[in-house]
């Protein structure tokens, strides 16, 4: 399977994000040509409310106003994104015991 900008992955706006209360909306994407989905014309005016990868390794949730994106994965990539400098992150702690 494609990886880094090849990924093949699948994209959803939640009703919030685009005003579409009655028709769901998805897609499928490169990872590289996430911003192809914004479409201000069309309601879309920030990234996907969730997008995956096909794999189902990893899941990104954006909240509809932009104000946190939420990564979750295996340890490995958490690790990835917790130590990349150019990134904000927070650590949640874990609700399971």
Do not use: H
């Not at 769901?24 to 920030?46: H, Y």
Request: aromatic residues 14%; contains cysteine; proline residues 7%.
């Amino acid at each position: 399977m494609p990886s880094g900008a090849a990924t093949p992955c699948t994209a959803f706006y939640g009703p919030l994000a685009c005003g579409r209360w009655d028709d769901r909306w998805f897609a499928e994407f490169e990872l590289a040509n996430v911003d192809s989905l914004i479409d201000p014309a069309d309601g879309r005016v920030g990234t996907p409310s969730n997008w995956w990868p096909v794999d189902q390794t990893w899941m990104l949730y954006t909240d509809w106003d932009l104000w946190a994106t939420k990564v979750s994965g295996t340890a490995e990539l958490i690790d990835a994104i917790v130590n990349d400098e150019a990134l904000e992150t927070i650590e949640w702690p874990s609700l399971v015991a």
